[in-house]
C-alpha cells in the first residue's frame, strides 16, 4: 500500500503544479541561501588567513607607535604597514609627533642590529629592517609605472614576509654591504615594465636612479584593496641613498625561529626596545609589534562570528519556507476535504491519509532542499562581493536534513488534520 | 442470514435546547439478497440511517450489527476495515475522486484493502464491464455524464465484493435515462443474489425494490415487501 499512497501523494502535488512550484522554491531559497552564506562567510575567513599566511606566521612586525594609545596593535596587518609612506624628517618630525612622552625615539638600524643578538634575543632567526619609500616611479624603455610599494631592506626579509622568488635571485648581504642599486620586483611590476620581455638584468630607472632587476617574485595575488604584487624590494642602503634618506625606519620584521617561539621572541625583543627607547613602566611604548598568529586567532574567531551570523539570517528564510509549507498543506486539506472524505467512506485507513499529506509535505521540501543545495553549489562558484565561497559540506547535509525534517514537522499539523477528519462530516463540506 | 441488523437506533444532533432527534428508535433486520427501498420527505431521517448503515456516523444509541458483527465496539482502524470489505457506498453526487480515470477511482477501495496492482486492475475492469463501461475505463469523471458517473460509482461500489450495497439516492441527481441505466445495474446486482439498501423519495425508482421501508420524523411508519427475498427484482420482472 505504501506504493499507492505515494502515487496519491505525487497526483496530489502534480494537481497543483504552480502552487507546489512556489512552495518549493521558499525552501529552494532557504535552504540555497544557508549553503551558500555559510560559504561566502567559510571563504572570506579563508581568504583571510591565507592573507596572513603570505605574511608569514612565524613573523613579528615592529612600527613605530605614531598613536598617544600606542598598544592596540589594529589596523589590517603587516600588509598596509607596508604601505605607509616613508619616513618624514628624521628627529625633529617624529619628535612633534609623540605629544604627551617625554621622549620617543625612532627605530633604527641600531634597533635592529640590537634584536639580531643572539644572546639577547635567543628565539629570533632573523631581522629585517625595512624603510618603504612614498613615492616611486620605475621606468624602462619608455614604459613608466608607480609602484605602490618600493622597499628597502634586508635579503631575510624575503624569507621572513614569505616572498617566493620566480626567475632570477634575491638579492645578496654582500649587495648590502656594497651598497649596490639593485631590485627585486613583483609580478604586477613586471608586467607593466616589461611585459613578455625577461625582465632579470634590465635596468629600470626609480626617480631618477638607475636600478639593476635581479630578480621577479612569484605572484600573490591581491589581498583586499591593495595588490601584492605591485611592489620592488631593494637592499636597504641604496634606497635610503636614493630614495628615502638615511632617517628613521618604516618597521622592523622579526622571525623567530619556529611558529612556537613567537612569543618568546616577542617578549625578547620588547625587552631589547624598551631599553635602548628607555622606556619604564609608567611611559607608554612608542612601538608596537604585531603578532601575526595572534592576528590570526583574533581574525578567524571574528569571521565565525561573522559566518554564524549568516547562516542564522539563512536559517530564517529556511523557517519561512517551512511555515509556507504548513501554510499550503493547510489550503490543500481543506480544499480536498470532501475527496478525504470519499477517501475514508471507502475505506481508506487513517493511516493511509496521513502519509499521504506527509508525503506530499515531505517531498514538497525534499525537493525544494535538493534544488536548494544545487542552487547553493551553483552559486558558490561565483564571486559573491569580492569573495570565493568555499562550501562547508556539513553545511549542505545539514540543509538538506533540516528541510526534510522541516517537510514531516511543518506538514504533520494539517496532515494530522487531515486524518482526523470524520468521514460524514469530510463529505459534507463544500 | 440476516445481514444488516439495526435495533432500536436513536440519533440526536446538537446539544440541550437545541438538540433535534434525527432518529427517534428504529429497529430494522435485512435479510442477504433483499433489496429495501428507504422512503421519507426530507428531514425524515432517512440519510441519517444511510451514514449510520454505511458506518459513516455512530448511533447515539443502540446497537448495529453489520454481517454479525456490532460496529458499535470497533475502533477506527477497524471501522475503516469495515468499510473497505463489507460495504459499498454509492453517493447521490457520484463522489469520484477528479482527475483520476474511472479505472483508478474503481480501483481506489482495493488498493487501500490492500490487493495488488494486478489483480486489482482484473477485478476494477470487470466491474466496470459489469456496469457496462469497459469501453470508457480511461476516462476522467468530468469527461463522463452523470449516468456514466454513477455507474463508475456503483462499479467502485461493488469491486470489492461487500455484503452490502448502500445507496444513498442514487438517481437524485440523473435525467431518466440515465436512472433508466443505473436501476438496471441495480437490479442485476440484486438478481446475483447482492444485499441492495437504497434511498430514495419517487416511486418510481422504489417499484424496483422487494421492500419498501416509509420513515417519518425518524421512526419506521410502513415496512411493506412487495416480493419474496428469494425471487428475482421487481423493475427485472416488470420490465420483461
Known amino acids: 500500500m505504501t506504493r499507492e499512497v505515494l502515487t496519491f501523494a505525487f ?25 551558500l552564506l555559510v560559504a561566502v562567510g567559510n571563504g572570506s575567513s579563508k581568504q583571510v588567513q591565507q592573507n596572513i599566511e603570505r605574511l608569514g606566521t612565524n613573523t613579528l612586525t615592529v612600527t613605530p607607535s605614531t598613536s598617544r594609545g600606542g598598544a592596540g596593535a589594529r589596523g589590517g596587518g603587516g600588509g598596509f604597514a607596508r604601505a605607509f609612506g616613508g619616513g618624514g624628517a628624521p628627529g625633529a618630525g617624529a619628535q612633534q609627533q609623540t605629544g604627551p612622552r617625554t621622549q620617543a625615539h625612532d627605530l633604527t638600524v641600531d634597533d635592529a642590529r640590537a634584536m639580531a643578538d643572539a644572546s639577547a634575543a635567543p628565539s629570533v632567526k632573523s631581522v629585517s629592517p625595512v624603510v618603504n619609500a612614498s613615492s616611486a616611479n620605475a621606468a624602462y624603455a619608455g614604459t613608466s609605472h608607480a609602484i605602490q610599494q618600493f622597499v628597502g631592506t634586508y635579503p631575510t626579509y624575503f624569507e621572513a614576509s614569505n616572498d617566493p622568488i620566480d626567475r632570477g635571485t634575491y638579492f645578496t648581504n654582500d649587495d648590502v654591504l656594497n651598497d649596490r642599486k639593485v631590485v627585486v620586483i613583483g609580478q604586477t611590476v613586471n608586467e607593466d615594465l616589461f611585459g613578455t620581455v625577461d625582465a632579470v638584468g634590465k635596468q629600470i630607472t626609480v626617480n631618477g636612479v638607475n636600478f639593476t632587476v635581479v630578480g ?80 590570526q586567532s583574533a581574525i578567524s574567531s571574528s569571521s565565525k562570528t561573522f559566518t554564524v551570523l549568516l547562516g542564522a539570517v539563512a536559517a530564517i528564510s529556511l523557517l519561512v519556507g517551512g511555515i509556507g509549507i504548513t501554510n499550503i498543506m493547510l489550503v490543500t486539506v481543506t480544499e480536498r476535504t470532501r475527496e478525504i472524505g470519499i477517501r475514508k467512506a471507502i475505506g481508506a485507513p487513517r ?71 470524520r468521514p460524514i462530516e469530510a463529505l459534507r463540506h463544500e | 442470514m440476516t445481514v444488516l441488523d439495526v435495533r432500536d437506533v ?35 431521517g432517512k440519510s441519517t440511517l444511510m451514514n449510520i448503515l454505511g458506518c459513516l456516523d455512530v448511533p447515539s444509541s443502540g446497537r448495529y450489527l453489520l454481517d454479525g458483527t456490532d460496529v458499535g465496539t470497533l475502533d477506527d482502524r477497524r471501522l475503516a476495515i469495515v468499510r473497505n470489505r463489507k460495504i459499498g457506498f454509492v453517493f447521490q453526487s457520484f463522489n469520484l475522486i477528479p482527475r483520476m480515470s474511472a479505472l483508478a477511482n474503481v480501483e481506489l477501495p482495493l488498493a487501500y484493502g490492500g490487493v495488488k496492482a494486478a489483480d486489482r486492475r482484473r477485478r476494477a475492469l470487470a466491474a466496470l464491464d459489469r456496469v457496462g463501461l469497459s469501453e470508457r475505463v480511461d476516462h476522467e469523471p468530468n469527461e463522463l455524464s452523470g449516468g456514466q458517473q454513477q455507474r463508475v460509482a456503483v462499479a467502485r461500489a461493488l469491486v470489492t465484493a461487500p455484503a452490502l450495497l448502500l445507496a ?60 419474496h427475498v428469494d425471487e428475482p427484482p421487481p423493475g427485472l420482472v416488470g420490465l420483461r
Do not use: C, W
Open chain 2, 10 to 44: 436513536t440519533k440526536v444532533y446538537g446539544e440541550g435546547g437545541t438538540a433535534v432527534q434525527a432518529l427517534r428508535g428504529v429497529s430494522l433486520a435485512v435479510e442477504q439478497g433483499d433489496y429495501v427501498a428507504i422512503m421519507g420527505a426530507s428531514g425524515s
Open chain 1, 351 to 421: 493511516g493511509a491519509i496521513l502519509g499521504q499529506f506527509l508525503v506530499e509535505a515531505t517531498v514538497l521540501s525534499l525537493l525544494g532542499g535538493l534544488l536548494g543545495v544545487a542552487a547553493g553549489v551553483i552559486g558558490s562558484e561565483f564571486k559573491v562581493v569580492g569573495v570565493k565561497p568555499v562550501i562547508v559540506p556539513s553545511s549542505i547535509v545539514l540543509a538538506l536534513g533540516v528541510s526534510v525534517a522541516i517537510g514531516l514537522f511543518f506538514g504533520s499539523y494539517p496532515a494530522n488534520r487531515a486524518a482526523k477528519l
Open chain 1, 11 to 35: 497526483r496530489g502535488l502534480a494537481a497543483n503544479k504552480l502552487r507546489s512550484g512556489l512552495t518549493t522554491l521558499g525552501i529552494l531559497i532557504g535552504v540555497g541561501a544557508v549553503i
Open chain 2, 168 to 227: 444513498d439516492e442514487p438517481t437524485g441527481n440523473l435525467d431518466t435515462r440515465s436512472t433508466a441505466d443505473v436501476l438496471e445495474v441495480l437490479d442485476g446486482l440484486n438478481a446475483a443474489g447482492r444485499t441492495i439498501v437504497l434511498i430514495t423519495h419517487e416511486d418510481d425508482v422504489a417499484r424496483h425494490a422487494k421492500r419498501v421501508i416509509r420513515l417519518v420524523d425518524g421512526l419506521i411508519v410502513d415496512d411493506r415487501r412487495r416480493t
Open chain 1, 216 to 295: 621577479v617574485l612569484k605572484t600573490k595575488g591581491s589581498s583586499g584593496f591593495q595588490d601584492a604584487d605591485d611592489v620592488a624590494i631593494a637592499p636597504l642602503p641604496a634606497v635610503q641613498e636614493s630614495l628615502t634618506g638615511y632617517g628613521a625606519l618604516n618597521q622592523i620584521v622579526v622571525q623567530a625561529k619556529t611558529p612556537k617561539t613567537v612569543d618568546a621572541a616577542q617578549s625578547e625583543i620588547t625587552d631589547i626596545l624598551n631599553q635602548r627607547h628607555g622606556i619604564t613602566g609608567s611611559n607608554t611604548a612608542d612601538f608596537q609589534i604585531m603578532n601575526q598568529a595572534t592576528l
